[in-house]
């Protein structure tokens, strides 16, 4: 298996652009978590998703940021308008059992 | 969850073996110790878990302490690639949909040659 699939690996744009990011999860997993690193506040769990349907979006910063997942092996973390302070490593990862959680290599965005 | 306390960093020699401790003196019947690791721009990687006995796997060791209130991540004869942030994370091994995992700061571990 592949594991954990992101696109872009880095991202750069300007203020008030569009970003979308992507995640293929490994097949066969059912859970899907979308998390965000900086140095001053660490890994950060946005959302996760149980088959498809978003469980937990209480860590999404604000209106700005959405995710979706339209089927089991795609989701898409999309943030507009963007600002400077989105700036980040944005993780996606995925499971299947309660122990274990995968992650992929991430996305450095940089919003200039 | 249970909140975990460790070290913010710590140095080991190639080839000795690295102790990394987590206190979670608050830890409740259920609840499991976990531990990741995070390699330089990689993302963050599943080591081992365990609720109260000792759990060795092809990666590491895990003891916990008989009376559960704190634990230590064995590296037997660490690497310069284990040069890592390593973070215990305590919590309910949920099968609904709690899955939520509570990411510390965890302990920056240089391996040095």
């Known amino acids: 298996d592949a594991g954990v699939i992101q696109s872009p690996r880095h991202e750069v744009t300007e203020m008030g652009q569009e970003v979308t990011l992507r995640c293929k999860p490994i097949?066969?997993?059912?859970?899907l978590f979308w998390y965000r690193q900086t140095m001053m506040r660490g890994l950060e769990l946005l959302i996760y998703?149980?088959?498809?349907?978003?469980?937990?979006d209480s860590g999404m910063p604000e209106d700005r940021f959405s995710a979706k997942m339209p089927n089991a092996s795609f989701s898409t973390l999309k943030i507009q308008p963007s600002e400077p302070r989105d700036s980040a490593v944005y993780f996606c990862?995925?499971?299947?059992?309660?122990?274990?959680?995968?992650f992929g290599p991430g996305t450095r965005l940089t919003v200039l | 969850d249970a909140k975990t306390t460790q070290p913010t960093s710590m140095d080991c020699a190639e080839g000795r073996a690295a102790n990394l401790p987590c206190n979670h003196s608050?830890?409740?019947?259920?609840?499991?110790v976990y531990w990741y690791r995070q390699i330089h721009s990689q993302g963050p990687q599943y080591i081992i878990h365990?609720?109260?006995?000792?759990e060795t796997n092809e990666m590491a060791s895990l003891i916990i302490t008989e009376d559960r209130k704190s634990s230590t991540l064995i590296l037997p004869h660490a690497t310069l690639r284990d040069t890592a942030v390593y973070y215990c994370?305590?919590?309910?091994?949920?099968?609904?949909?709690?899955?939520?995992?509570?990411w510390g700061l965890g302990t920056s571990l240089a391996v040095n040659p």
């Open positions: 365990g609720l109260k006995n000792n």
């Open positions: 608050t830890i409740s019947g259920n609840e499991y």
């Open positions: 994370i305590v919590r309910v091994p949920r099968a609904g949909n709690n899955r939520k995992l509570i």
């Open positions: 998703f149980n088959n498809n349907v978003p469980i937990d």
């Open positions: 990862a995925s499971s299947s059992g309660v122990y274990e959680q995968f």
């Open positions: 097949s066969g997993h059912d859970y």
